[in-house]
């Protein structure tokens, strides 16, 4: 049968995933009476609750005789290990782009990369619909971004469909007709995409994609680059230096079909498979005919650039809620990780009882500690702190990231404000549609760590932040941190509404009454920029007078409540974050007073 292979790019939340639903209905790859859940390829929980992809797949779809095997590539720039493998993968992308927000970062990162592989793009304009929406400004953006990426002529003469994935169409007029449904652009992808180019002798394939399954053990995805595959055949593993990795036999090859992986045969050159049976062999490795010596290139994987501390959790509440605490699970479980997850990078500290993690930013470290509070870990992590780097001369480099805000003209000033604080240089300010700006700047990494939750606050939730990777720069000096202080609880116990009343005016509170405390972990914020521990167990005292208007109830202020992002973001140095199965609570990283003083003096000292 013959063979199509694309890649679906688009910014976090333009409707690829939505896209790929329909799709899959209008080729016939669900039954007319199937219960199909909304967003088939958000495979698990965190995608579906964040409306995100993570982690990238493939499906395939069967139009006209041919087989079109499709990737959904993760939007998001912090989960760009996975594009940069995948689309070595594919001929061609379809780069789909919101009407109305046009080019984002994102979407930029990532056909950056597909243009550098030499992709010919096929562009999607989605959302149609949107009453904001402006096709013929955003056509002359993607042109320009394809131009500001050094895109050959071949790239820039690219075809353009207009269309609303959620509705199911897709036409060259911005009109329609609708009742075709997708059929333009499936039909577009045939004749746009080129065949897989197929190299002569044995077989070769280079792994793409990781996972592991309880049943077949490790399975790796990747495109056949040469030659053809059955069952229990014997195949070698090469490293990205030519070594001999490990040697095995093939236990299964699993094609994908609609959603469904189906065991095969037999696979050939240029199919998208996956492959079981081998126990070593990883992402990058090459699996080939163990009469093949030379490894083949892998695409160059972007370097970490933000790290934290993962701690096995020492609080005295540690190992009541979670059952994996101790050290040697936390290590097989974050090694595990980053055998699938190439942009991840761990160090073990000397101690053995903390980890280095180096991610993409933060939403990569978070959904990594979301995902292992939900199998039942129990830790204690740090603040994300940036990787810097010393160029030849020794002098000091930091990250900085590119960063596009969309915000209302009445609250672009206290914007660019803000960014000006954390040593942000403006390059770009320009209307972008319905009383809306959008600001680009180059900022320091480091500075943009929790300045979401605060953007949001200053815009009243109407700015959208995106991000992205831009290179290192000489280090841009001293940025301001956190200017309030934090109410500590003095002893272990149980905290007491009557007690967090009379707290009230020191601060707001970030626990509810009942919630179990100890000495040194956080309860509050303190309205002034100095630490002060309170008594929050404090009960009242009862006796037997009785006096009109004493007895009422205790009326409290609603909590802070601090989500696993916005903690992250708010602790700072001395600070750690305690993640459990049931609970996150905040506390100092050293509990004892008298060990902070001494901490403090140290610091000083330095």
Known sequence: MAL????????????????????LKQSGSFRENQRVAERVMDSNDLEKERGITILAKATSVEWKGVRINIVDTPGHADFGGEVERILSMVDGAIVLVDSSEGPMPQTKFVVSKALKVGLRPIVAIN?????????????????????????????????????SGRDGWMNV????????????????????????????????????ILEANPFLGR??????????????????????????????????????????????????????????????????????????SEAMKAQPIDPPTVTMSFIVNDSPLAGTEGDKVT??????????????????????????????????????????????????????????????????????????????????????????????????EMVELRPSGGNRLRLRFYAPTRGLIGYQSELLTDTRGTAIMNRLFHDYQPYKGVIGGRVNGVLLANAAGEAVAYAMFNLEDRGPMIIEPGEKVYAGMIIGIHTRDNDLE????????????????????????????????????????????????????????????????????SKAAL
């Not at 199509?4 to 799709?23: F, P, Q, S, W």
């Not at 309170?534 to 009960?539: A, D, F, I, M, S």
């Open 4 to 23: 199509r292979n694309i890649a679906i790019i688009a910014h976090v939340d333009h409707g690829k995933t939505t896209l790929v639903d329909e799709l």
């Open 127 to 163: 959302k149609i619909d949107r009453p904001d929406g402006r096709h013929e400004e955003v056509i002359n953006e993607v042109f320009d971004l394809f131009a500001n990426l050094d895109a050959t002529d071949e790239q820039l003469d690219f075809p353009i469909l207009y269309g």
């Open 173 to 208: 007029n911005p009109e329609g007709p609708k009742d075709e449904g997708l059929a333009p652009l499936l039909d577009l992808v045939l004749k746009h995409v080129p065949e897989p180019t197929v190299e002569e002798g044995p077989f070769r394939m280079i792994g793409t």
């Open 219 to 292: 399975i790796i995805t990747g495109r056949i680059a040469s030659g053809s595959i059955k069952p229990n055949q014997a195949v070698k593993v090469l490293g990205q230096d030519g070594k001999l990795i490990e040697t095995g036999r093939i236990s299964k090859i699993l094609a994908f079909r609609g959603i469904e992986r189906t065991a095969i045969d037999e696979a050939h050159a240029g199919d998208i498979v996956a492959i079981a049976g081998l126990s070593k062999g990883t992402v990058a490795d090459t699996f080939c005919d163990p009469s093949v």
């Open 327 to 424: 050290s040697r699970v936390i290590r097989d479980r974050l090694f595990k990780e980053a055998e699938g997850n190439v942009a991840l990078k761990i160090e073990e500290a000397e101690g053995k009882d903390s980890f280095y993690v180096s991610g993409r930013g933060e939403l990569q470290l978070a959904v990594l500690i979301e995902t292992m509070r939900r199998e039942g870990f129990e830790l204690a992590v740090s603040r994300p702190r940036v990787v810097m780097h010393k160029d030849e001369s020794g002098q000091l480099l930091e990250p900085i990231e590119e960063v596009v805000v969309d915000v209302d003209e009445e609250h672009s000033g206290v914007v660019v404000q803000k960014m000006s604080e954390r040593k942000a």
């Open 534 to 601: 309170v008594n929050v167990l404090k009960g009242k005292q009862l006796t037997n007078i009785r006096a009109a208007g004493k007895d009422e109830a205790v009326k409290l202020t609603p909590p802070i409540r601090m989500t696993l992002d916005r903690a992250l973001s708010w602790i700072q140095e001395d600070e750690l974050m305690e993640v459990t199965p049931k609970n996150i609570r905040l506390r100092k990283m050293y509990l004892d007073a008298n060990d902070r003083k001494r901490f403090e003096k």
